[in-house]
C-alpha cells in the first residue's frame, strides 16, 4: 500500500498524559498536512510541513501540541498534558500539488 | 477563502445521478471550486476542482455557473459505495497557500 499512513488507528488514554502520533506520507510528497475533526464536523487545519519546515500553524494549535518532521519524511504530532477536549480524529494528509491532498485514515484519540 | 453553504444531508437511489449543490456567493475570481468526499471510517478523497469552466473525471463533473456563484457536483451513476459526506471547498490555489479548509458538508446516501 502505497498511500498515507498513520499509526495508531485508536487511542485511549488519561487526561493528563501525553500521547504521539505517527504519520508516514506518500514517499515523493514534500508536502505535509495535520488536521483535527470532531464529530459531526468537517476537518480543520492545525499545520503544515514542506519538506522538513513547518511553515504555517493554525490557532487550534495550542502550546501543548507540537508537531515534528525531521529528514522532511515521516511527522510525529505530540498532545502533552491531554485534556477531553483533545478526543477527535487527527488526520494526516500529503501531497506534491496544492490542489490534491491524499489523506490517512487518521487516529482516534478518546481522553477519558 | 469564500464561504460556501451546502445541503445538511441528500439521498439518492441506486444507479441515478447524483446532483450536488454548493452555493458560493462571495467567490473571488482567484479562488477555485473543490470537491472533496470522506466515507466512514476513512480521510477525505479527491474528487475535482475547477475555477470556471466545467471539469470532468474518472470521479464527477463539476458544473460552475457562469457568475461563478454556485455549483454542481454530479454523480452520473450512484452507486452504494459512493455514500459519504461531500465537502464543496473554495479557496485560492497558490503556492503559499496551505490549508484546505473543510465546513461540514453534505450526507449523501444512496439507497438500493
Known amino acids: 500500500d502505497t498511500g498515507v499512513s498513520q499509526d495508531p488507528r485508536h487511542k485511549i488514554t488519561k487526561r493528563g498524559q501525553n500521547v504521539t502520533f505517527r504519520c508516514d506520507p506518500i514517499?515523493?510528497?514534500?508536502?505535509l498536512y495535520w488536521y483535527r475533526q470532531t464529530l459531526g464536523q468537517g476537518p480543520e487545519f492545525l499545520t503544515y510541513?514542506?519538506?522538513?519546515?513547518?511553515?504555517?500553524k493554525s490557532r487550534l494549535l495550542s502550546d501543548r501540541f507540537s508537531a515534528e518532521r525531521p529528514k522532511g519524511s515521516f511527522s510525529t504530532l505530540e498532545i502533552q498534558r491531554t485534556e477531553q477536549g483533545d478526543s477527535a480524529m487527527y488526520l494526516c494528509a500529503s501531497s506534491l500539488e496544492v490542489e490534491k491532498l491524499f489523506f490517512g485514515s487518521g487516529t482516534q484519540l478518546s481522553v477519558l | 477563502d469564500a464561504k460556501t453553504t451546502q445541503p445538511t444531508s441528500m439521498d439518492c437511489a441506486e444507479g441515478r445521478a447524483a446532483n450536488l449543490p454548493c452555493n458560493h456567493s462571495?467567490?473571488?475570481?482567484?479562488?477555485?471550486v473543490y470537491w472533496y468526499r470522506q466515507i466512514h471510517s476513512q480521510g477525505p478523497q479527491y474528487i475535482i476542482h475547477g475555477l470556471k469552466n466545467n471539469e470532468t473525471n474518472e470521479m464527477a463533473s463539476l458544473i460552475i455557473t457562469e457568475d461563478r456563484k454556485s455549483s454542481t457536483l454530479i454523480l452520473p451513476h450512484a452507486t452504494l459505495r459512493d455514500t459519504a459526506v461531500y465537502y464543496c471547498i473554495v479557496r485560492v490555489a497558490t503556492y503559499n497557500n496551505n490549508d484546505m479548509r473543510f465546513g461540514a458538508g453534505t450526507r449523501l446516501t444512496v439507497k438500493p
Open positions: 514517499s515523493e510528497h514534500n508536502r
Open positions: 510541513f514542506q519538506n522538513e519546515a513547518q511553515l504555517e
Open positions: 462571495t467567490i473571488s475570481g482567484n479562488e477555485y
